[in-house]
């Protein structure tokens, strides 16, 4: 391992029927990458005719969830009302605060004559004076985000500062998130924050001698310059910022600063199924019916419904 990294990570791979998903964070000997307590890479993968993505409703606590896509398309419902399909180069940014539903699920158009796919998801843990604000969903699209050009890479500013650019998308702590690809072989400095990973997300990077190959995630160490060598055609995520104000727990879709809110989250949770999401601490999404149960609880049936059947 050379000065420059402190930790690699190779990713989980789970198969979710028909697709790849793979799990960088969180890591048994790293939980989180300054706000960034969970990042995975789906796909990429190709959906026949008929077929698509359905996540059904599922609640979320104290993070904000962040959904890139490289390829393909989702549609975004949630308790609030929203409903919004995100497609490359734009960003859905949902800040669950002290409770949110949402749903994902592949739009009729792409379902209808097949698609390809690919993602970045991550979770960036909201600081603890705001882990229980109101929830709101922020949608920007491709023309809102600053384009970024290092003479060799370019790419796009998603959240945060960095390259004495500022993205639109907004966080209440030090954030870093963006992603570039190398025209040609070359040389760029990492992005200063105070904790900070690269991803690969396709291709090859070399930081001080260290190889990082395809989806593998590199942790660099802090206080210090960083050049990143990157081949051809390789594609990287820059993720970081501010270390967190306290420790963060994960529990299924719920992040707290203690165990007890956890315990809080999954109660309100059964007992909003209970209460038929009505008037409960939970909401279902427009037109959602269907909902994932708590790990370990029985499965429900009739869960196959898809509010574009609706329409």
């Known amino acids: 391992m050379s000065d420059a990294v402190e930790l690699l990570i190779e990713p989980r791979v789970r198969d979710l029927g028909g697709f790849n998903v793979r799990r960088l964070l969180p890591f048994a000997t790293r939980r989180n990458i300054g706000p960034f307590v969970f990042f995975d890479h789906l796909g990429p993968a190709d959906m026949p005719p ?26 975004h419902r949630d308790s609030l009302g929203t409903i919004k399909t995100i497609r490359p180069g734009a960003v859905n940014w949902m800040t669950a605060g002290r409770g949110i539903v949402h749903s994902e699920r592949t739009p009729h158009e792409e379902r209808e004559a ?22 709101r969903f922020e949608h920007y699209s491709a023309e809102a985000l600053p384009l970024l050009d290092l003479g060799g890479a370019t790419g796009v500013l998603i959240s945060g500062a960095a390259y004495g650019r ?11 998130l963006l992603v570039l690809t190398a ?13 900070l990973c690269l991803y690969v997300v396709e291709g090859s990077a070399e930081v001080d001698g260290q190889i990082v190959g395809e989806a593998m995630m590199a942790i660099l160490a802090p206080g210090r310059p960083c050049v990143v060598k990157l ?15 306290g420790p963060r727990f994960l529990d299924w879709n719920f992040v707290a600063s203690s165990k007890e809110r956890l315990e809080k ?8 199924i209970a209460g038929g999401f009505d ?4 909401a279902q999404p427009p037109h959602e019916t269907a909902w994932i149960p708590l790990p370990g609880d029985p499965q429900p049936p009739g869960m ?7 329409h």
Do not use: M, Y
């Open 183 to 195: 025209e040609r072989a070359t040389a760029i400095a990492a992005p200063e924050a105070e904790e």
């Open 279 to 282: 008037g409960t601490w939970f």
């Open 304 to 310: 196959d419904h898809n509010p574009e059947d609706d």
């Open 50 to 75: 008929g077929k698509g993505i359905d996540v059904r409703s599922h609640p979320h606590i104290g993070l904000a969830t962040v959904t890139w896509l490289f390829e393909g398309a989702l549609e």
């Open 114 to 135: 097949g698609h390809r796919i690919e993602a970045i998801q991550t979770w960036v843990a909201l600081p603890q004076a705001h882990a229980e604000q109101e929830p």
């Open 231 to 245: 081949k051809a055609g390789t594609r990287v995520i820059f993720a970081g910022g501010d270390a967190l104000d």
């Open 265 to 272: 989250a999954s109660a309100d949770w059964r007992a909003s």
């Open 166 to 176: 500022t993205s639109p998308v907004t966080f209440p702590s030090g954030i870093c």
